[in-house]
């Protein structure tokens, strides 16, 4: 079965800087994809950044990067130059194996602070 | 292009009742998945259809069912509610199978049963 595990329950960052949110997978499967998505507190969960298994090059979307590193079943997001707005609760997710939809990590609450 | 829209936003049942999510996929999205999430389990994989048929089911017992119309509108229904289903239910749609596809997030409906 596949598994998520984001080690970092709560964050607490000074806005402006980067920040990095951590996720390793444990996965059968040779080809597959790696997400991440942000929920703020009303709920809805914003598609941020895929990652395919192939994909010769780490991810990038406007502020949002994957530090994807195979070997290591890692999947870090990065985030650059954080601000008020990036607060929010994250998750990485990966499509289950065989047919259970995507599997999702228990999430990063990530503070920024003034 | 108009997001993912699930009504309704909020719902109070009480134990026994049954009740009936509404999600409307992304236009041109056939593919539609539930998700619940709750404090304690996170998020969990419900179901997931495309072309009005249900291609996988997660580990829920079989008071939660769903369907999917030619439209590519999906209802989930839960009968004889317990005080456990308060949670968040997400509805994503995505263009066709979710291992090759972004799935897009609704704002979801949250259920307390009282």
């Known amino acids: 079965a596949q598994k998520i595990t984001q080690t970092q329950p709560g964050m607490f960052v000074q806005e402006k800087e980067a920040v990095t949110l951590d996720c390793t997978y444990d996965?059968?499967?040779?080809?597959?994809?790696l997400f991440w998505y942000k929920q703020p507190s009303s709920g809805e969960m914003i598609f941020l950044i895929y990652?395919?298994?192939?994909?010769?090059q780490n991810a990038t979307e406007g502020r949002y990067s994957l530090n994807f590193q195979k070997a290591r079943k890692s999947a870090n997001l990065v985030i650059s130059a954080s601000q008020l707005g990036d607060s929010a609760m994250y998750f990485c997710a990966i499509p289950g194996g065989g047919a259970d939809g995507l599997t999702f990590g228990k999430g990063t609450h990530l503070i920024i602070q003034p | 292009k108009a997001g993912v829209t699930q009504t309704p936003r909020y719902l109070i049942k009480t134990r026994g009742q049954q009740v009936t999510l509404s999600c409307s996929p992304i236009s041109g999205h056939r593919s539609v998945s539930w998700y619940q999430q709750t404090p304690g389990q996170g998020l969990q994989f419900l179901f997931e259809?495309?072309?009005?048929?249900?291609?996988n089911k997660g580990n829920f017992p079989g008071r939660f069912s769903g369907r999917q119309f030619s439209n590519s509108r999906s209802e989930m229904n839960v009968s004889t509610l317990e005080l456990g289903d308060s949670a968040l239910y997400l509805c994503a749609s995505s263009q066709g199978f979710w291992a090759k596809n972004i799935q897009y997030f609704g704002a979801g409906t949250r259920l307390s049963v009282l």
């Open positions: 990652q395919g298994s192939y994909d010769e």
């Open positions: 259809y495309f072309s009005e048929t249900q291609r």
């Open positions: 996965t059968s499967d040779q080809s597959y994809g």
